[in-house]
């Protein structure tokens, strides 16, 4: 299949960061979309100095990144990309594992190719760690795959194989029910190494809420094992059978 890719960055007051990281990728991919979901903090202005290359997506007010999420790969789609790398705004992240994700796709091009992070990196926080084990014990339960880093930002898509996006929350949750409607299609998903920083906790730019965001993830995962039960399993089980008789 001719192969066309991008990378997309959500980004929600990363003014800090999101300059760099934009360059940086630029060095690893010349098509880059930006999704200001809602920036009150000049990440706007920063982004407008920028190359060319960049197409930039931006409203007010703020709506979560699974929103931004959506609307970076409908703009994808629009412009005729066939996969998309997303990778997170706040730095976390080394642009030059770009080719090693591409590298994959190109043995794997209809996969979803998850960068995985080394969850006991310094200054990893501690909720990440525990949230991050959390979300891959619901993914396994609700798809039976085993998955090191379901939160993941870091991650190569491809466009075609996106299930659901009209269905997907517009919060942190959304990168989690992204891997999960693609695992109910019967979408192979494969795991790579990729780096990452974490910086002091005092430089440190999260928005993620523990307590609201832990109980939507929780309710979410409620949902997901009952659709599980009743769409989910059947689907696998069809399609085992389905190669059975090939």
Not at 102 to 121: D, F, Y
Not at 137 to 145: A, D, V
Not at 149 to 169: E, F, P, W
Not at 235 to 242: E, S
Request: include cysteine.
């Amino acid at each position: 299949m001719d192969k066309k890719l991008c990378v997309i960055i959500p980004t929600y007051n990363n003014v800090q960061t999101i300059g760099k990281v934009v360059q940086d990728v630029l060095l690893f991919c010349p098509q880059v979309i930006v999704v200001d979901d809602g920036c009150t903090d000049g990440t706007l202005d920063v982004l407008n100095t920028l190359s060319q290359n960049i197409q930039i997506i931006s409203y007010q007010p703020n709506r979560g990144k699974g929103h931004a999420l959506v609307a970076g790969f409908r703009k994808a789609k629009e412009l005729g990309f066939t996969h998309a790398i997303t990778i997170d705004a706040d730095g976390q992240h080394f642009a030059d594992d770009i080719p090693q994700l591409i590298g994959e796709m190109e043995k794997n091009p209809q996969a979803i190719i998850v960068g995985c992070r080394n969850l006991t990196e310094k200054n990893m926080p501690r909720q990440n760690t525990f949230a991050n084990r959390f979300s891959n014990f619901w993914f396994r339960l609700q798809t039976g795959i085993n998955l090191s880093d379901t939160q993941s930002g870091y991650r190569l898509y491809t466009l075609s194989s996106l299930r659901g996006l009209n269905l997907i929350t517009s919060r942190y949750e959304a990168e989690l029910e992204l891997l999960v409607f693609a695992a109910w299609a019967g979408v192979q998903m494969i795991s790579v190494p990729v780096k990452v920083y974490y910086p002091p906790v005092e430089e440190r730019v999260s928005h993620f809420r523990p307590v609201y965001d832990f109980v939507r993830i929780s309710i979410l995962n409620t949902i997901l094992c009952v659709a599980a039960f009743f769409y989910g399993f059947p689907r696998r089980l069809a399609r085992r059978i389905k190669r059975l008789f090939k």
